[in-house]
C-alpha cells in the first residue's frame, strides 16, 4: 500500500500517518492568561529540541474557525508555559483537560488536578505530576494547513527550570520510569503506557558521546 497524501485518498479507512510517527510524548502544558485564567490543555506534537540550554517545542493546531488556542496566546501574551508529565495515574485528568473550554474557565478544576506554584513562571504546575519544565517563551512560527483547523502555531521555548520529585529518582540518580508510567500518544484514540525501557549504547562512542547519551551533566554554561 502506498499513497500522496496530497493528492490522493487515504485507501484505508484509518490514516497511517499519526499511527506511524509513534510513540509521541505529550505536552501537558499549563499557562495562564494575561487576565489571571490558568489554562492546561494536552498537546501530542511536543519534543526537546536541544540540551545545552534545554529547549523544547510544541506545535498546535488551530480551532476550526481559525482562532489560534489558549496555550499559544498565553505563552506569547506572558512569555512563559510549563510542561507536565502525563502519566497513566494522571490520564483521566490529562484526557479531561483536552476539552476546549472558554478563556474565562479555569482548566485545573475542570480537570479535577491542583495547582503548584512555580519558581519563575507566573503560570501554576500539576502537583500530582512528578516532572516538570518551566518554559520560557522564545518565539512562534506559523505553518499554513488546507483547513483552518490545519494551519499550526509551532511554538518554541527554553527550559529555565526543571522539577522532579524526589520519590521517582532512582538511587542511580536516573528517573524510575517504570514507577512513573509515563503515557504516550499513538494514532487514532490510544496512548501507550510506558513501563519497560531497554538500554543499548552506542559502539565505539568516545567520552563525550557517551556522556551526552547517557544524559549526564557535563558542565554545562549557567545562565548569566
Known sequence: MQYDPGTEQCPLPFSPFKSCTVPRPIGWLSTISKDGIHNLAPFSQWQNLSFDPPMVM??????ADGRRKDTVINAEETGWFVWNM????????????????????DEFTHAGVTKAACMDAPAARVAESPCHFECR???????????????????????????????VILPSGKLDIAKIEPIARMGYYDY?????????????ANATGEAMFEGKSTGATPRR
Open 58 to 63: 510544541f506545535a498546535a493546531n488551530r480551532h
Open 86 to 105: 502525563a502519566t497513566y495515574a494522571l490520564r483521566d485528568a490529562m484526557n479531561a483537560s483536552a476539552v476546549a473550554h472558554p478563556p474565562q474557565e
Open 137 to 167: 517563551y522564545i518565539s512562534t512560527h506559523m505553518l499554513p494547513g488546507n483547513t483552518p483547523i490545519s494551519c499550526m502555531d509551532i511554538v518554541y521555548g527554553q527550559v529555565t527550570r526543571i522539577h522532579v520529585k524526589d520519590e
Open 192 to 204: 501507550a503506557r510506558i513501563s519497560e525501557t531497554f538500554e543499548m549504547r552506542v559502539p565505539n
